[in-house]
């Protein structure tokens, strides 16, 4: 087994199980890390709780929800506005967070009162939103908090209102990947079923483990409208509570982030008989092929087709105008947890850059399967790592560009190494055709900043170039490029700076006549 | 609400199929072309890492028939929803083995049943019965 000891880490001899380098030959049966297990004392980890994984990822980006914490305040101010999970009713998900602000007395004496009188007031604050979420932290259920019996109270007072109850306390699992598993059997228990939705296609899915990070969600949506597809939920960015009671009627999920929501796939198959279909929003051949599965799946592939023929004509040169000046260049990709696997083989193949390191804080052992599969040789896979082995493995590595959280980002942009932020992103969307070139336009401005390059000079030290002045971008990427390619007229991305609002006011949708008439 | 079923807890104990790598005796050129297949499917799938052992020996053994079905030209049944999830996969298989792999087109049907077998029985090796995963045999998804 070709594990990989860090220096650093050698007083923590455990750490040495959760790190492989990828050697000649090796495959899943001889390179794998271990994974999802609880971080190893004197680890400094970078993973989130379980009640973060519930609430933060997958329970907030619901749109028309008041999310109610029952805890102390610092959990909620955690997880509140740190990922651009985007919504089209304003943000309003984004804009407002709320806490039961559990203090010490209420530790000792109880605060079932305190979320009663919480909910009504937020409620009474909010008159126009009807639902809510309520997320249990450490504190209150050490104390035994009945949230549940207190939503039933609410819910018989106020008959017009809807409470769903998570129970995903932060201590809840290894890492928020606990919380992702508790919320998407709590939600398939407590509401999947409980309203029947309009159908309005003959074709009908949900779109499950997508967030709408910067319009992620918004980009597919139009897809899926241009092919006729009716979305009957979104699990969960840009979701309606509401829309997802009915994910039990659709004919298809259609599942992105097998990470945080297989889970409700899986349960849906296996109590619905609906069935899961994995696919790939990032990447021009992986996305091409998933709308070409997805248009299989309803007889419609040709509608398909139509959309991968327009979409790529339009964004395929710039984005091999990208790949042309990012050829080689070193990444390190270290998001979370199914970005590792998403992005691993695509920006390999439609960018040109090479993946050294792949890293996961909170996957499992199945999501380094399938980006230790997708790299190369001799990349370093690690799981769970602490802030020093990143530290190492970047001054060992020396990548060109990290795509990362913004926490480990902002060291590392002190070590002079540029980063992306790969969770919320720099300027997304990065999902579909045109999100992909506007990712690889950030790499791009990433790698040439000529900003970053001054800023790697130590002036009181380095020998530097006194006699040498303005650089570009393009200046610094081009020098080595043929004169054909200098002469491209392609200039990279030609899309406006915020692609969303155009889609939010599109109305010019294809109509298909229906073959089922009825609705069901 | 939702409905509840009893959990068959028995998947989770599903038996190996092989214990060490079924190709390892294999000549280097049918190696060869196994591999070229396997990259593919490694490095552009995900229906082979489902989360647990027993799903993915349902989804290989769904995928991967079809996929040697269509190959070979004989008609798909296609019986269950679950079904047509196989065989959406099994499709888009088929399209990326034939548009890369240009020996496929020089085989006989016997030879294709025959290396898609081999392929089989190397992706059940890499993801179920030969894989490091601990998770494979949890209980629950």
């Known amino acids: 087994m070709p594990y990989h000891e860090f220096e650093v880490s050698k007083v923590i001899p455990e750490r040495k199980l959760h790190a492989v380098v990828k050697g000649p030959g090796e495959d899943l049966t001889s390179c794998l890390p271990k994974g999802y297990l609880n971080t190893i004392p004197g680890s400094i980890s970078e993973r989130g709780c379980a009640y973060c994984g519930a609430k933060h990822v997958i329970g907030t980006p619901m749109k028309d929800v008041i999310h109610l914490s029952h805890g102390p305040v610092g959990c909620t101010y955690d997880t509140w506005q740190t990922k651009r999970y985007i919504s089209d009713n304003n943000n309003f998900q984004l804009k407002y967070t709320f806490a039961s602000d559990v203090k010490e007395k209420h530790i000792v004496f109880g605060a079932e009162k305190l979320l009663r009188q919480n909910i009504l007031e937020a409620f009474d604050a909010f008159p126009e939103i009807k639902r809510m979420t309520i997320y249990q932290t450490c504190a209150t259920a050490l104390i035994g908090d009945d949230m549940a019996a207190i939503a039933e109270e609410v819910m018989a007072e106020r008959p017009d209102v809807d409470i769903f109850v998570c129970n995903s306390p932060g201590f809840g699992g290894p890492s928020q990947s606990g919380g992702h598993h508790k919320i998407n059997i709590a939600w398939l228990n407590q509401k999947v079923g409980t309203l029947e939705p309009e159908i309005t296609s003959d074709y009908v899915i949900n779109y499950v483990g997508e967030y709408n990070i910067q319009g992620d969600q918004e980009v597919m949506l139009d897809y899926f409208k241009r092919m006729g597809i009716q979305v009957l939920s979104t699990f969960t960015g840009n979701g309606t509570y509401d829309s997802l009671r009915g994910m039990h009627r659709a004919h298809l999920n259609v599942l992105e982030c097998a990470r945080s929501a297989e889970y409700i796939c899986d349960e849906l198959r296996a109590r619905y008989g609906i069935p899961r279909l994995d696919i790939d929003g990032f990447g021009h051949k992986a996305l091409g092929d998933s709308l070409r599965k997805i248009g299989l799946f309803f007889g419609i592939e040709d509608r398909a087709e139509a959309i991968i023929a327009e979409e790529t004509a339009r964004w395929k040169p710039e984005l091999d105008w990208y790949k042309e000046r990012l050829q080689g260049k070193r990444v390190c990709l270290w998001p979370g947890g199914s970005k590792l696997w998403h992005w691993a083989h695509a920006i390999q193949e439609e960018m040109g850059v090479k993946v050294v390191s792949v890293y996961t804080k909170f996957g499992h052992q199945g999501d380094m399967e399938k980006g230790v599969s997708r790299c190369g040789e001799g990349a370093l896979a690690i799981d769970d790592p602490n802030e020093l082995e990143g530290q190492e493995a970047l001054r060992t590595l020396k990548p060109d560009v990290i795509f990362t959280g913004k926490r480990p980002g902002e060291v590392a942009k002190k070590m002079r190494v540029p980063y992306l932020n790969a969770h919320a992103y720099h300027n997304g969307p990065y999902k579909g055709f045109e999100g992909w070139v506007r990712f690889a336009r950030d790499i791009y401005n990433a790698v040439y900043s000529p900003m970053h390059r001054l800023s790697a000079i130590d002036i009181s030290k380095d020998d530097y170039e006194t006699g040498k002045g303005f650089v570009t971008r393009r200046m610094l990427s081009d020098a080595d490029l043929s004169e054909d390619a200098k002469a491209s007229p392609i200039t990279g991305y030609t899309g406006k700076f915020d692609p969303i609002p155009d889609l939010r006011k599109k109305t010019d949708y294809p109509v298909f006549a229906r073959r089922v008439a009825a609705a069901e | ?141």
């Open chain 2, 1 to 141: 609400m939702a409905k509840k079923e009893k959990k068959d807890i028995a998947r989770a104990n599903y038996p190996k199929l092989y214990t060490s790598d079924p190709l390892a005796d294999l000549d280097a050129d049918t190696r060869e072309k196994v591999s070229e297949l396997e990259n593919y499917i490694m490095k552009n799938c995900l229906w082979q890492f489902n989360s647990r052992g027993w799903d993915r020996r349902k989804q290989n053994a769904g995928i991967l028939g079809m996929t040697a079905q269509l190959l070979i030209g004989e008609d798909v049944e296609i019986s269950t929803a679950i079904d047509k999830c196989y065989w959406v996969d099994a499709v888009l298989l088929a399209r990326n083995f034939t548009a890369r792999c240009a020996w496929l087109g020089g085989m006989g049907a016997e030879e294709l049943r025959t290396i898609m077998t081999k392929l089989h029985a190397r992706i059940d090796w890499l993801t179920i019965d030969g894989s490091l995963n601990e998770e494979l045999t949890v209980q629950n998804y």
